[in-house]
Nanobody, 124 residues
Framework: QVRLVESGGGVVQPGGSLTLSCAAS????????TGWFRQRPGKEREFVAA????????YRADSMQGRFDISRDKANNTVYLEGSNLTPEDTAVYYC?????????????????WGQGTQVTVSS
């Protein structure tokens, strides 16, 4: 069992940046691929970024226009999502998820464990 806890959400001004953390307990997170997804109000959950268990490969949703980056800190068993140049359209609940097969995926159905999410609101 992997328990994932997201943190770092809050209110961000338009044009601002944020760093979200996904901390794992129960298992070593670097054994799994980790993805970040978000769900905007009234929308379906969408892929943001994912990273392999080793951290050697990562990719981001094209629709995010390079504004989000994902990284892994093995020592702290944590995966981060950094966002920049945020707009109100980035307002969402952001979730991290772990995929046991270690391959970063954009399909949420491939992920085995999910955190509870952290709210990000982009507003002036």
């Amino acid at each position: 069992q992997v328990r994932l806890v997201e943190s770092g959400g809050g209110v961000v001004q338009p044009g601002g940046s944020l760093t979200l953390s996904c901390a794992a307990s129960g298992r070593i997170l670097s054994r799994y691929a980790t993805g970040w997804f978000r769900q905007r109000p009234g929308k379906e959950r969408e892929f943001v970024a994912a990273i392999s268990g080793s951290g050697s490969s990562a990719y981001r949703a094209d629709s995010m226009q390079g504004r989000f980056d994902i990284s892994r800190d093995k020592a702290n068993n944590t995966v981060y999502l950094e966002g920049s140049n945020l707009t109100p359209e980035d307002t969402a609940v952001y979730y991290c998820a772990a995929d046991l097969d270690g391959i970063p995926e954009s399909n949420s159905d491939d992920y085995d464990y999910w955190g509870q999410g952290t709210q990000v609101t982009v507003s002036s």
